[in-house]
């Protein structure tokens, strides 16, 4: 599982869904704090892109 903490909210990915939970800071604008946590599973075909399928300028 990978977790990254900031004072404005947690990104955790645990290898089949991404959660991003708004932090209590006041720097979090308000509709992400009125909407709360979120989790989308994603499918290993999602995540498994190669450089080959980026277009080139994304590449450099």
Excluded: K
């Excluded at 932090?23 to 999602?46: D, E, Q």
């Amino acid at each position: 599982m990978a977790e990254v903490i900031q004072r404005d909210g947690t990104w955790a990915f645990d290898g089949s869904t991404i959660r991003i939970t708004p932090g209590p800071h006041r720097s979090v604008p308000l509709f992400r704090r009125t909407y709360g946590s979120n989790a989308c599973r994603i499918s290993p075909a999602m995540y498994s892109v190669q450089l080959a399928q980026l277009p080139q300028a994304v590449q450099q």
